[in-house]
């Protein structure tokens, strides 16, 4: 059975830091393009970053460019997502996925977890 499970989620002050893990059992996920994916409250879920498989680069979305960035652990099994400068707009449930065929689209996911709320406030 795969699991993807996220931790690292918190409340936190705008321009404070975060790292979210995602930690799988079952899979391996060097052998996944892993995204990173957020949906505020009331919005849709949209995608924040991207590893591939091909060459492990990582993409971002405009809006969090320089701030988050993401990385592998391959003996933790685990995809973690660095966060700095937070901003109040990034809060949102923070989801990571699994994707075999390295589209990294919403729609294209195999596998996803359940999310950890982040929370940015003063």
């Known amino acids: 059975q795969v699991q993807l499970v996220e931790s690292g989620g918190g409340l936190v002050q705008p321009g404070g830091s975060l790292r979210l893990a995602c930690t799988a059992s079952?899979?391996?996920?060097?052998?996944?393009?892993i995204g990173w994916f957020r949906q505020a409250p009331g919005k849709g879920r949209e995608g924040v970053s991207c590893i591939d498989v091909r060459d492990a680069k990582a993409y971002y979305e405009d809006s969090v460019k320089g701030r988050f960035t993401v990385s592998r652990d391959s003996a933790e099994n685990t995809v973690y997502l660095q966060i700095d400068s937070l901003k109040p707009e990034d809060t949102a449930v923070y989801y990571c996925a699994a994707d075999s065929l390295d589209t990294c689209t919403v729609d294209g996911m195999d596998f996803w977890g359940k999310g950890t709320l982040v929370t940015v406030s003063s």
């Open positions: 079952g899979i391996t996920l060097d052998y996944y393009a």
